[in-house]
């Protein structure tokens, strides 16, 4: 996007909430209201978005083509900011698990709950456990962990295949023109009102976001509309911590099963266990890295 150079710059204002954001919003309607341009308030499916992986990350460069993946809405659920700078699958993984955790954990433990019963009732085989002298069911620690990725990653595709659309997102990619300057132009100047008009705000946050113009802009102008509970911050970089705990607790988990299968040493528990906290310590963190209450934390953001 290019700068507009003629938006001039105003002071800091404080955060203000109810009545006293609708008298800004009386002051100021050509900034924070599409009063008289309707037409540009646009949103995206995020099904959409997080088609074929990301494809839309790929490049920067947009077109008409780009410009009709969104449409006219009422609201949007979610203003996206991100760099351009950052890879593409990095911002398709963080996309991904900030909205699809909870469907994919849900269907997961549903998932579980069914093996769980299926192994008591003898449906699924089990192992015999050479310490204790006791069946094992284990196809739930096999197919579990692969299940909630899947479902991660592809859950929104899947969504997008049965015709429901997801929520609706702005990125500055599909939502502003690219190609008339003058449309295009009318979209930046409106940035504010896009975010006035969001219900949350996903920052893909990386070492160069405040390093960019525009996302300071976006982080100053959101937390001037909006409560700071309706930023949710996604570190790109720490979800490889995240994801690493993952895979930890997975290999844990499958060596635990063939160590009771084979042997009858006590220290496999050890594995066990810690697999267990990896895994409960990745989720938990990421739970709490993307929630806007913990948004102090975050000190080389907001000083």
């Avoid at 284990?138 to 899947?158: D, I, N, Q, Y």
């Avoid at 976006?218 to 994801?243: D, G, N, T, W």
């Amino acid at each position: 996007l290019r700068s507009p150079e003629s938006v001039p710059c105003t002071p800091a204002q404080p955060v203000l909430f109810g009545s006293e954001m609708a008298v800004r919003q009386s002051m100021y309607p050509e900034l924070v209201t599409f009063q008289g341009c309707e037409d540009l308030l646009r949103g995206s499916p995020l099904t959409t978005v997080l088609r074929r992986q990301g494809t839309i990350f790929r490049t920067s460069v947009g077109s008409a083509s780009t410009y009709a993946l969104s449409a006219k809405v009422g609201r949007i659920d979610a203003f996206i900011s991100h760099n351009w700078s950052v890879a593409r699958y990095l911002k398709f993984l963080s996309l991904a698990d900030h909205f699809s955790f909870d469907i994919a954990a849900s269907c997961t433990m549903a998932l579980m709950a069914i093996g769980g019963l299926a192994t008591a009732t003898g449906v699924l085989p089990y192992i015999t456990d050479l310490s204790w002298r006791y069946p094992v069911g284990f196809m739930c620690r096999v197919l579990g962990m692969p299940t909630f990725v899947a479902l991660t990653l592809f859950a929104r595709e899947l969504q997008g295949l049965l015709g429901s659309p997801g929520p609706t997102v702005f990125l500055d990619k599909t939502c502003i023109h690219q190609d008339d300057q003058v449309v295009q132009r009318q979209g930046i100047e409106k940035l504010s009102a896009f975010l006035s008009n969001s219900e949350i705000m996903v920052a893909l946050y990386t070492d160069t976001y405040l390093l960019k113009l525009w996302t300071v802009y976006e982080v100053a102008s959101f937390l001037a509309l909006r409560p700071i509970k309706c930023m949710k911050i996604v570190p790109v970089y720490q979800l490889f911590a995240y994801h690493n705990g993952l895979l930890v607790g997975y290999l844990a988990q499958m060596s635990t099963i063939v160590i009771r299968s084979y042997t009858t040493f006590a220290w496999h528990e050890l594995i066990l266990w810690n697999g267990v906290f990896g895994l409960k310590t990745g989720v938990l963190q990421y739970r709490n890295i993307t929630s806007g209450e913990n948004i102090g934390a975050h000190k080389t953001i907001f000083g």
